[in-house]
Protein backbone atom coordinates (compact mmCIF):
# COMPACT_ATOMS: atom_id res chain seq x y z
CA UNK A 1 0.00 0.00 0.00
CA UNK A 2 1.41 3.41 -1.24
CA UNK A 3 1.69 6.02 1.46
CA UNK A 4 0.05 9.56 0.86
CA UNK A 5 2.97 12.28 -0.09
CA UNK A 6 3.71 13.90 2.89
CA UNK A 7 4.56 17.10 1.34
CA UNK A 8 6.82 19.96 2.55
CA UNK A 9 5.95 22.82 5.23
CA UNK A 10 7.02 25.46 2.32
CA UNK A 11 5.06 23.68 -0.28
CA UNK A 12 1.74 23.55 2.08
CA UNK A 13 2.02 26.91 2.75
CA UNK A 14 2.09 27.61 -1.00
CA UNK A 15 -1.06 25.67 -1.37
CA UNK A 16 -4.47 27.37 -2.09
CA UNK A 17 -6.14 28.52 -4.62
CA UNK A 18 -4.16 30.84 -6.40
CA UNK A 19 -5.19 34.24 -8.49
CA UNK A 20 -3.71 33.01 -11.54
CA UNK A 21 -4.95 30.26 -11.73
CA UNK A 22 -8.79 31.35 -11.14
CA UNK A 23 -7.95 33.41 -13.88
CA UNK A 24 -6.58 30.85 -16.39
CA UNK A 25 -9.70 28.87 -15.69
CA UNK A 26 -12.07 31.50 -16.32
CA UNK A 27 -10.11 32.49 -19.74
CA UNK A 28 -10.02 28.82 -20.59
CA UNK A 29 -13.96 28.71 -21.00
CA UNK A 30 -13.90 31.88 -22.02
CA UNK A 31 -11.61 32.13 -24.59
CA UNK A 32 -13.59 34.77 -26.40
CA UNK A 33 -13.05 37.40 -23.34
CA UNK A 34 -11.40 40.61 -23.31
CA UNK A 35 -8.54 40.16 -20.78
CA UNK A 36 -8.53 43.33 -18.47
CA UNK A 37 -6.22 41.08 -16.20
CA UNK A 38 -3.29 40.41 -16.99
CA UNK A 39 -0.38 42.54 -16.22
CA UNK A 40 1.42 41.67 -19.89
CA UNK A 41 2.84 44.04 -22.28
CA UNK A 42 1.24 44.10 -25.66
CA UNK A 43 2.34 41.86 -28.12
CA UNK A 44 2.48 43.54 -30.88
CA UNK A 45 4.73 45.89 -29.55
CA UNK A 46 7.34 43.86 -28.73
CA UNK A 47 10.76 44.64 -29.93
CA UNK A 48 11.15 42.21 -32.73
CA UNK A 49 13.31 44.15 -35.00
CA UNK A 50 15.91 45.80 -32.29
CA UNK A 51 16.24 42.26 -30.76
CA UNK A 52 17.26 40.88 -33.80
CA UNK A 53 19.89 43.85 -34.12
CA UNK A 54 21.38 43.21 -31.13
CA UNK A 55 21.54 39.19 -31.66
CA UNK A 56 23.44 40.48 -34.63
CA UNK A 57 25.92 42.77 -33.48
CA UNK A 58 26.43 39.69 -30.83
CA UNK A 59 26.81 37.30 -33.69
CA UNK A 60 29.26 39.09 -35.86
CA UNK A 61 32.02 38.91 -32.78
CA UNK A 62 32.54 35.37 -32.49
CA UNK A 63 34.30 35.17 -29.59
CA UNK A 64 31.42 37.31 -27.83
CA UNK A 65 28.91 34.92 -29.47
CA UNK A 66 30.88 32.02 -27.36
CA UNK A 67 30.44 34.33 -24.01
CA UNK A 68 27.12 34.28 -24.58
CA UNK A 69 26.87 30.83 -25.56
CA UNK A 70 28.47 29.78 -22.34
CA UNK A 71 27.89 29.60 -18.35
CA UNK A 72 28.44 33.05 -16.60
CA UNK A 73 29.31 34.09 -13.37
CA UNK A 74 26.41 33.99 -10.68
CA UNK A 75 26.63 37.72 -10.04
CA UNK A 76 25.95 38.39 -13.81
CA UNK A 77 27.22 39.75 -16.80
CA UNK A 78 29.91 42.69 -15.75
CA UNK A 79 28.86 45.53 -18.93
CA UNK A 80 25.36 44.15 -18.38
CA UNK A 81 25.99 45.34 -14.34
CA UNK A 82 27.68 48.75 -15.02
CA UNK A 83 25.30 49.69 -17.59
CA UNK A 84 22.51 49.05 -15.01
CA UNK A 85 24.52 51.06 -12.05
CA UNK A 86 25.11 54.07 -15.22
CA UNK A 87 21.58 54.43 -15.66
CA UNK A 88 20.63 54.08 -11.96
CA UNK A 89 23.35 57.11 -11.10
CA UNK A 90 21.78 59.49 -14.10
CA UNK A 91 18.19 59.34 -13.36
CA UNK A 92 18.50 59.55 -9.53
CA UNK A 93 21.18 62.60 -10.44
CA UNK A 94 23.77 60.74 -8.22
CA UNK A 95 27.50 62.12 -8.66
CA UNK A 96 29.83 59.20 -10.51
CA UNK A 97 30.73 57.03 -8.57
CA UNK A 98 27.91 56.89 -5.78
CA UNK A 99 26.91 53.08 -6.88
CA UNK A 100 29.04 50.06 -7.59
CA UNK A 101 28.51 47.07 -9.82
CA UNK A 102 29.96 44.90 -7.27
CA UNK A 103 26.57 45.48 -5.39
CA UNK A 104 24.59 44.92 -8.58
CA UNK A 105 23.22 41.09 -8.96
CA UNK A 106 21.16 40.22 -12.38
CA UNK A 107 18.61 37.30 -11.89
CA UNK A 108 16.25 35.97 -14.54
CA UNK A 109 13.41 38.82 -13.82
CA UNK A 110 12.77 40.42 -10.71
CA UNK A 111 10.79 38.07 -8.91
CA UNK A 112 14.10 35.92 -8.48
CA UNK A 113 15.40 38.68 -6.77
CA UNK A 114 12.55 39.44 -4.61
CA UNK A 115 12.75 35.36 -3.67
CA UNK A 116 16.28 35.64 -2.80
CA UNK A 117 16.32 38.47 -0.56
CA UNK A 118 13.44 36.93 1.25
CA UNK A 119 15.09 34.08 1.63
CA UNK A 120 18.03 35.28 3.22
CA UNK A 121 16.59 37.74 5.39
CA UNK A 122 13.65 35.86 6.86
CA UNK A 123 13.08 32.57 8.46
CA UNK A 124 9.14 31.32 9.17
CA UNK A 125 7.12 33.52 11.29
CA UNK A 126 9.19 36.83 10.89
CA UNK A 127 7.42 39.88 9.11
CA UNK A 128 7.54 41.64 6.14
CA UNK A 129 5.31 45.12 6.07
CA UNK A 130 3.26 45.78 2.85
CA UNK A 131 1.43 48.39 1.27
CA UNK A 132 -2.73 47.14 1.34
CA UNK A 133 -2.22 46.43 -1.10
CA UNK A 134 0.27 45.28 -3.15
CA UNK A 135 2.05 43.25 -5.98
CA UNK A 136 -0.03 39.37 -5.24
CA UNK A 137 2.76 37.21 -6.40
CA UNK A 138 5.24 38.95 -4.19
CA UNK A 139 2.62 37.94 -1.53
CA UNK A 140 2.32 34.54 -2.60
CA UNK A 141 6.27 34.61 -2.52
CA UNK A 142 6.35 35.61 0.84
CA UNK A 143 3.18 32.86 2.19
CA UNK A 144 5.10 30.05 0.25
CA UNK A 145 8.12 30.78 3.43
CA UNK A 146 5.68 30.76 5.34
CA UNK A 147 7.01 34.90 6.11
CA UNK A 148 3.86 37.02 7.52
CA UNK A 149 2.86 40.28 4.92
CA UNK A 150 1.50 43.04 7.45
CA UNK A 151 -0.90 45.03 5.81
CA UNK A 152 0.11 49.65 5.80
CA UNK A 153 -2.68 51.38 4.58
CA UNK A 154 -1.92 53.57 1.14
CA UNK A 155 -3.46 56.34 0.15
CA UNK A 156 -3.43 58.65 -3.35
CA UNK A 157 0.63 59.34 -2.31
CA UNK A 158 1.45 55.80 -1.67
CA UNK A 159 2.04 54.40 1.74
CA UNK A 160 1.11 56.38 4.31
CA UNK A 161 3.65 57.07 7.27
CA UNK A 162 1.69 57.56 10.05
CA UNK A 163 0.02 54.33 9.21
CA UNK A 164 3.58 52.43 9.25
CA UNK A 165 4.60 54.08 12.23
CA UNK A 166 1.51 52.91 13.86
CA UNK A 167 2.09 49.36 12.47
CA UNK A 168 5.47 49.38 14.17
CA UNK A 169 4.60 50.38 17.19
CA UNK A 170 2.06 48.09 17.41
CA UNK A 171 4.72 44.86 16.80
CA UNK A 172 6.81 46.55 18.86
CA UNK A 173 4.38 46.38 22.14
CA UNK A 174 3.13 42.69 21.15
CA UNK A 175 7.25 42.40 21.06
CA UNK A 176 7.29 41.41 17.52
CA UNK A 177 9.56 44.32 16.56
CA UNK A 178 12.40 42.10 15.82
CA UNK A 179 10.51 39.74 13.53
CA UNK A 180 10.34 42.83 11.34
CA UNK A 181 12.74 42.77 8.31
CA UNK A 182 11.44 44.50 5.44
CA UNK A 183 8.99 46.60 4.20
CA UNK A 184 8.26 46.34 0.41
CA UNK A 185 7.25 49.09 -1.48
CA UNK A 186 6.40 49.59 -5.43
CA UNK A 187 7.60 52.82 -5.88
CA UNK A 188 6.73 53.76 -9.81
CA UNK A 189 2.91 53.19 -10.49
CA UNK A 190 2.34 50.74 -8.29
CA UNK A 191 1.09 47.40 -9.12
CA UNK A 192 -2.15 46.91 -8.59
CA UNK A 193 -2.86 50.74 -7.68
CA UNK A 194 -1.34 52.61 -10.41
CA UNK A 195 -0.02 55.06 -8.00
CA UNK A 196 3.52 56.64 -7.20
CA UNK A 197 5.18 56.56 -3.76
CA UNK A 198 4.98 60.69 -3.57
CA UNK A 199 8.56 62.31 -3.59
CA UNK A 200 8.19 63.84 -0.38
CA UNK A 201 7.78 60.66 1.51
CA UNK A 202 10.72 58.78 0.79
CA UNK A 203 13.27 60.35 2.44
CA UNK A 204 11.12 59.94 5.66
CA UNK A 205 10.42 56.17 4.98
CA UNK A 206 14.12 55.51 4.76
CA UNK A 207 14.24 57.23 7.54
CA UNK A 208 11.44 55.54 9.13
CA UNK A 209 12.91 52.41 8.77
CA UNK A 210 16.93 53.35 10.07
CA UNK A 211 14.80 54.98 13.50
CA UNK A 212 12.72 51.51 13.51
CA UNK A 213 15.91 49.35 13.22
CA UNK A 214 16.56 49.04 16.66
CA UNK A 215 15.78 45.10 17.36
CA UNK A 216 18.02 44.24 14.15
CA UNK A 217 17.77 45.76 11.17
CA UNK A 218 14.38 46.60 9.16
CA UNK A 219 15.34 46.90 5.33
CA UNK A 220 13.18 48.62 3.01
CA UNK A 221 12.64 46.75 -0.93
CA UNK A 222 12.05 48.93 -3.63
CA UNK A 223 10.79 47.35 -6.32
CA UNK A 224 11.00 49.54 -9.34
CA UNK A 225 9.36 47.41 -11.93
CA UNK A 226 7.50 50.05 -14.16
CA UNK A 227 9.77 53.21 -13.23
CA UNK A 228 10.10 53.31 -16.98
CA UNK A 229 6.89 53.37 -18.27
CA UNK A 230 6.31 56.75 -17.12
CA UNK A 231 3.70 58.08 -19.67
CA UNK A 232 3.68 62.00 -17.98
CA UNK A 233 5.51 64.09 -15.79
CA UNK A 234 9.31 63.92 -14.62
CA UNK A 235 10.71 61.27 -12.75
CA UNK A 236 11.14 61.24 -9.22
CA UNK A 237 14.61 60.19 -7.38
CA UNK A 238 14.21 56.44 -5.73
CA UNK A 239 14.08 55.41 -2.19
CA UNK A 240 17.97 54.25 -2.85
CA UNK A 241 18.85 57.88 -3.81
CA UNK A 242 17.91 58.71 -0.20
CA UNK A 243 20.09 55.97 1.38
CA UNK A 244 23.78 57.14 0.29
CA UNK A 245 25.69 54.21 2.51
CA UNK A 246 23.09 52.01 0.90
CA UNK A 247 22.79 50.25 4.04
CA UNK A 248 18.93 50.39 4.17
CA UNK A 249 17.34 50.18 0.42
CA UNK A 250 17.53 46.94 -1.72
CA UNK A 251 16.64 47.85 -4.61
CA UNK A 252 14.70 45.84 -7.46
CA UNK A 253 14.17 46.10 -11.32
CA UNK A 254 13.92 44.58 -14.39
CA UNK A 255 13.60 44.70 -18.24
CA UNK A 256 10.51 43.12 -18.45
CA UNK A 257 8.02 45.34 -18.61
CA UNK A 258 10.58 48.12 -20.26
CA UNK A 259 11.68 45.73 -22.90
CA UNK A 260 10.49 41.98 -23.11
CA UNK A 261 9.58 39.73 -20.56
CA UNK A 262 10.67 37.05 -22.77
CA UNK A 263 14.43 37.92 -22.62
CA UNK A 264 13.51 38.31 -18.36
CA UNK A 265 16.37 39.84 -16.83
CA UNK A 266 15.98 41.86 -13.70
CA UNK A 267 18.52 43.28 -11.15
CA UNK A 268 19.53 43.99 -7.57
CA UNK A 269 21.41 46.78 -6.17
CA UNK A 270 22.21 45.34 -2.51
CA UNK A 271 23.35 46.30 0.54
CA UNK A 272 26.88 45.45 0.54
CA UNK A 273 26.29 42.89 3.47
CA UNK A 274 23.58 41.21 1.62
CA UNK A 275 25.72 40.83 -1.56
CA UNK A 276 27.59 37.49 -0.48
CA UNK A 277 24.13 35.75 1.17
CA UNK A 278 22.21 36.45 -1.78
CA UNK A 279 24.82 35.23 -4.15
CA UNK A 280 25.21 31.95 -2.22
CA UNK A 281 21.34 31.24 -2.02
CA UNK A 282 21.28 32.00 -6.02
CA UNK A 283 24.76 29.67 -6.47
CA UNK A 284 22.82 27.29 -4.78
CA UNK A 285 19.33 27.92 -6.89
CA UNK A 286 21.04 28.02 -10.54
CA UNK A 287 24.47 29.79 -10.23
CA UNK A 288 23.94 32.20 -12.67
CA UNK A 289 21.35 33.53 -14.81
CA UNK A 290 21.19 32.84 -18.75
CA UNK A 291 24.68 34.56 -19.69
CA UNK A 292 22.73 34.71 -23.48
CA UNK A 293 20.14 36.94 -22.14
CA UNK A 294 21.98 39.42 -20.74
CA UNK A 295 24.89 39.74 -23.34
CA UNK A 296 22.03 40.49 -25.55
CA UNK A 297 20.21 43.06 -23.07
CA UNK A 298 23.69 44.51 -22.98
CA UNK A 299 23.84 44.95 -26.39
CA UNK A 300 20.37 46.22 -26.81
CA UNK A 301 21.51 48.84 -24.25
CA UNK A 302 24.83 49.54 -25.62
CA UNK A 303 23.62 50.14 -29.14
CA UNK A 304 20.73 52.95 -27.94
CA UNK A 305 17.62 49.92 -28.86
CA UNK A 306 16.33 50.22 -25.04
CA UNK A 307 16.01 54.21 -25.24
CA UNK A 308 14.11 54.47 -28.35
CA UNK A 309 12.13 51.62 -27.85
CA UNK A 310 10.77 53.10 -24.31
CA UNK A 311 9.40 56.18 -26.87
CA UNK A 312 7.58 53.61 -28.59
CA UNK A 313 5.92 52.19 -25.63
CA UNK A 314 5.13 55.57 -23.93
CA UNK A 315 3.50 56.66 -27.03
CA UNK A 316 1.17 53.77 -27.02
CA UNK A 317 0.71 53.28 -23.45
CA UNK A 318 0.05 56.89 -23.42
CA UNK A 319 -3.11 56.68 -25.50
CA UNK A 320 -4.22 53.32 -24.23
CA UNK A 321 -4.58 55.19 -20.49
CA UNK A 322 -6.68 57.87 -22.60
CA UNK A 323 -8.46 55.21 -24.06
CA UNK A 324 -9.10 53.92 -20.12
CA UNK A 325 -10.14 56.79 -18.99
CA UNK A 326 -12.59 57.87 -21.90
CA UNK A 327 -13.92 54.61 -21.35
CA UNK A 328 -14.23 54.79 -17.65
CA UNK A 329 -15.73 58.61 -17.56
CA UNK A 330 -18.45 57.48 -20.26
CA UNK A 331 -19.82 53.91 -18.91
CA UNK A 332 -18.28 53.85 -15.09
CA UNK A 333 -18.81 57.41 -14.36
CA UNK A 334 -22.69 57.63 -14.34
CA UNK A 335 -23.01 54.52 -12.09
CA UNK A 336 -22.84 56.16 -8.11
CA UNK A 337 -20.08 55.19 -5.96
CA UNK A 338 -17.49 53.82 -8.55
CA UNK A 339 -14.37 55.42 -8.03
CA UNK A 340 -11.21 55.33 -11.11
CA UNK A 341 -7.67 56.99 -10.48
CA UNK A 342 -6.09 58.21 -13.70
CA UNK A 343 -2.22 56.90 -13.63
CA UNK A 344 0.66 58.58 -15.04
CA UNK A 345 2.24 55.37 -15.87
CA UNK A 346 2.71 51.76 -15.49
CA UNK A 347 0.04 49.30 -16.60
CA UNK A 348 -2.81 49.07 -14.66
CA UNK A 349 -6.12 51.49 -13.25
CA UNK A 350 -7.48 50.48 -9.56
CA UNK A 351 -11.14 50.57 -9.42
CA UNK A 352 -13.20 51.09 -6.10
CA UNK A 353 -17.19 49.87 -6.37
CA UNK A 354 -19.42 50.97 -4.46
CA UNK A 355 -19.70 48.94 -0.51
CA UNK A 356 -21.31 46.01 -0.65
CA UNK A 357 -20.48 44.77 -3.97
CA UNK A 358 -17.85 41.57 -4.05
CA UNK A 359 -15.97 41.55 -6.78
CA UNK A 360 -14.52 38.39 -5.97
CA UNK A 361 -14.79 34.78 -7.78
CA UNK A 362 -17.52 34.19 -4.85
CA UNK A 363 -19.46 37.18 -5.63
CA UNK A 364 -21.82 37.54 -8.64
CA UNK A 365 -19.87 40.31 -10.56
CA UNK A 366 -16.89 38.24 -11.58
CA UNK A 367 -19.11 35.66 -13.47
CA UNK A 368 -21.81 38.65 -14.95
CA UNK A 369 -18.74 40.45 -15.87
CA UNK A 370 -17.03 37.33 -17.76
CA UNK A 371 -20.43 36.22 -19.52
CA UNK A 372 -20.68 39.75 -20.64
CA UNK A 373 -16.63 39.16 -21.75
CA UNK A 374 -14.48 40.63 -19.64
CA UNK A 375 -11.96 39.58 -17.01
CA UNK A 376 -10.48 41.70 -14.39
CA UNK A 377 -8.11 40.86 -11.44
CA UNK A 378 -10.35 40.86 -8.17
CA UNK A 379 -8.98 43.25 -5.58
CA UNK A 380 -9.14 41.00 -2.47
CA UNK A 381 -6.11 38.59 -3.86
CA UNK A 382 -3.55 41.56 -3.79
CA UNK A 383 -4.07 42.45 0.35
CA UNK A 384 -1.71 41.28 2.38
CA UNK A 385 -1.99 38.10 4.52
CA UNK A 386 -2.91 40.60 8.03
CA UNK A 387 -3.63 44.37 8.64
CA UNK A 388 -6.60 46.71 8.05
CA UNK A 389 -9.72 44.80 6.69
CA UNK A 390 -9.50 43.23 3.45
CA UNK A 391 -12.41 45.37 1.13
CA UNK A 392 -14.03 43.47 -0.77
CA UNK A 393 -15.15 46.17 -3.90
CA UNK A 394 -11.80 46.76 -5.19
CA UNK A 395 -10.85 45.73 -8.82
CA UNK A 396 -7.48 45.83 -11.13
CA UNK A 397 -7.89 46.65 -14.29
CA UNK A 398 -4.44 46.16 -16.75
CA UNK A 399 -4.66 48.72 -19.81
CA UNK A 400 -1.56 46.86 -21.07
CA UNK A 401 -2.41 43.45 -23.39
CA UNK A 402 -5.74 45.15 -25.07
CA UNK A 403 -6.38 47.47 -27.54
CA UNK A 404 -7.86 50.58 -27.39
CA UNK A 405 -11.13 49.58 -28.82
CA UNK A 406 -10.99 46.46 -26.48
CA UNK A 407 -10.36 48.34 -23.66
CA UNK A 408 -14.14 50.36 -25.07
CA UNK A 409 -15.30 47.57 -25.22
CA UNK A 410 -14.45 45.75 -22.03
CA UNK A 411 -15.03 48.76 -20.12
CA UNK A 412 -18.51 48.98 -21.08
CA UNK A 413 -19.46 45.21 -20.31
CA UNK A 414 -18.15 45.52 -16.89
CA UNK A 415 -20.49 48.92 -16.41
CA UNK A 416 -22.77 46.84 -17.81
CA UNK A 417 -22.39 44.07 -15.24
CA UNK A 418 -22.21 46.24 -12.29
CA UNK A 419 -24.93 48.01 -13.16
CA UNK A 420 -26.79 44.30 -13.13
CA UNK A 421 -25.51 43.96 -9.86
CA UNK A 422 -26.22 47.28 -8.22
CA UNK A 423 -29.96 46.66 -9.11
C1 LIG B 1 5.48 45.04 -9.09
C2 LIG B 1 6.16 43.96 -9.85
N1 LIG B 1 7.38 43.57 -9.46
C3 LIG B 1 8.05 42.61 -10.10
C4 LIG B 1 7.51 41.98 -11.20
C5 LIG B 1 8.32 40.86 -11.79
O1 LIG B 1 8.68 40.92 -13.06
P1 LIG B 1 9.89 40.03 -13.63
O2 LIG B 1 10.11 38.89 -12.70
O3 LIG B 1 9.46 39.60 -14.96
O4 LIG B 1 11.06 40.95 -13.62
C6 LIG B 1 6.23 42.32 -11.65
C7 LIG B 1 5.59 41.61 -12.77
O5 LIG B 1 4.43 41.73 -13.06
C8 LIG B 1 5.54 43.35 -10.95
O6 LIG B 1 4.30 43.74 -11.30
Given at each position: MSHPTDFSRRARWSGGESLVSVLMAKALTHPELTSLAAGFVENQTLPVDATARAFEAVWSVPERAREALQYGTTIGYPPLRQAIVDRLVSCDGLPPGALSADHVVITPGSNQLLYLVACVLCDPGDVVLCGAPSYFVYLATLRGLGIRSIGVAVDQRGMVPEALEEQLERLERQGQ????KAIYVT?????????TLAAERRGAMVETARRWSKAGRIYIIE?????????WGDDVPSLRSFDPSGETVIQAGTFSKSYSPGIRVGWGVLPPELVEPVLTAKGNL?????QLNQVLMSTVLELGLFDRHLEVLRQGYRAKVEATMEAAERF?????GVQCQRPNGGLYVWLRLPEGVDTGPAGRLFDLAAERGVLYVPGQFCYPAEGPPVPRNRIRLS?????CEEIGRGIEALAGAIRQVTG
Open positions: LGRVSYFDNPTGLDTAYRELRYDFGSPLGPLSFGTAS
